[in-house]
């Protein structure tokens, strides 16, 4: 089972996510998961907010990751927390 999240990151990161990347995730869970996604997609445009999309994907085949769990996800640009979907 393959868990996907959808986040925004601004303006002053675009060109420094790109797809592949490895991101560092901690689920909000209890005890506390702490796994690797991926970058799968990154919206080649800004928002008038300033935003762009970015898709992660966690491999979740152990399913100990409930869908909407949130959780905090660390690039080397930046961190955010944005719960995780299944899909």
Do not use: C, H
């Not at 060109?15 to 990154?42: F, Y």
């Not at 690039?75 to 299944?86: K, L, Q």
């Amino acid at each position: 089972t393959k868990l996907y999240a959808v986040f925004f990151l601004p303006r002053r990161l675009f060109g420094r996510v790109s797809r592949g990347q490895q991101v560092k995730l901690t689920m909000q869970t209890d005890p506390v998961i702490t796994t690797t996604g991926v970058v799968t997609a990154v919206d080649p445009a800004v928002d008038p907010a300033g935003l762009f999309q970015v898709k992660l994907e966690v491999d979740n085949a152990a399913g100990k990751i409930p869908a909407g769990t949130p959780a905090t996800w660390g690039f080397a640009v930046g961190a955010t927390t944005r719960p995780v979907a299944e899909q």
